[in-house]
């Protein structure tokens, strides 16, 4: 086994990542890219669980815009999750991973349900756990999701894979040739900037819990095994200021 940084890891990803460059549903190749580098993740002896979000199905925030009922607009949100969760278990047990689907609202013909302790054993056992559904309360986002597994599960830090955005910055870099990336930010730092690292619920309870959290650009190979290795990729935000980065000195707001 290597000598890892980060020996247990909560993977978040989005929804919109596994549907590439066609913005909707599931794209192969994508996902097999995805499973490849979780792969890599494994081959170093890391713990992964994984948690996906729907937005490549199912966007909640929309239809509720548009008059549907809150609480099953985001179960509708949910079921999408499952969709993501078992695209990516194919891809990686394609790749000979052992994997577990687990989810937080009971459907025993396709996955377990989420229990902390079984969830736990399967990662010390090896295998990638695929944890779909959300928290499977409404109103809680995937964000949220991946903050509590992650502590429930003991993770040592959170790894927030983003689509071809290699860290936080003081805004949109793909809309604002002059956004400046963050090397380090405290949750407070990315809070009170109003940073789109994750929402603010997430945030916060990633404060409370001490759980750090790594941004970075998913879509760069062997990002993610770096991390692992202790190797600065995207942008780490702990409870330590980040006086060291070049924005730390600069009134730069938003995201």
């Known amino acids: 086994m290597a000598d890892l940084k980060y020996r247990r890891v909560l993977l978040k990803l989005s929804g919109e990542a596994l549907a590439g460059e066609r913005g909707f549903g599931v794209d192969a190749g994508v996902v097999q890219y995805i499973a490849r580098e979780i792969e890599e993740m494994r081959e170093l002896g890391a713990e992964v669980a994984v948690v996906i979000g729907g937005g490549n ?14 609480p099953q607009a985001h179960y509708a949100g949910m079921l999408a999750t499952i969709i993501n969760a078992l695209a990516l278990q194919d891809a990686l047990e394609q790749h000979g991973l052992h994997t577990r689907a687990m989810t937080a609202i009971q459907m025993n013909e396709v996955a377990e349900p989420y229990i902390r302790r079984r969830a736990i054993r399967h990662l010390e056992k090896g295998r990638v756990v695929l944890l779909a559904a959300g928290t499977g309360n409404p109103y809680f986002t995937t964000d949220t999701a991946a903050a509590l597994r992650a502590a429930e599960l003991g993770a040592d830090a959170i790894l927030m894979a983003k689509n071809r955005v290699d860290g936080v910055y003081s805004a949109d870099p793909r809309h604002n040739p002059t956004a400046v990336k963050f090397d380090q930010l405290s949750y407070l730092e990315a809070i009170n900037r109003g940073l789109q690292v994750m929402d603010s619920t997430a945030l916060t309870f990633c404060m409370d819990n001490n759980l750090p959290i ?6 760069t190979p062997g990002n993610a095994a770096r991390i692992l290795r202790g190797d600065h990729v995207g942008t ?13 000195a600069t009134d730069l707001t938003g995201c």
């Open 57 to 70: 199905f199912w966007r909640g925030g929309a239809a509720i815009a548009q008059g549907m009922d809150a």
């Open 214 to 219: 790594i941004v970075f650009d998913l879509f």
């Open 236 to 248: 780490l935000i702990t409870g330590e200021s980040a006086t060291a980065t070049p924005a730390a």
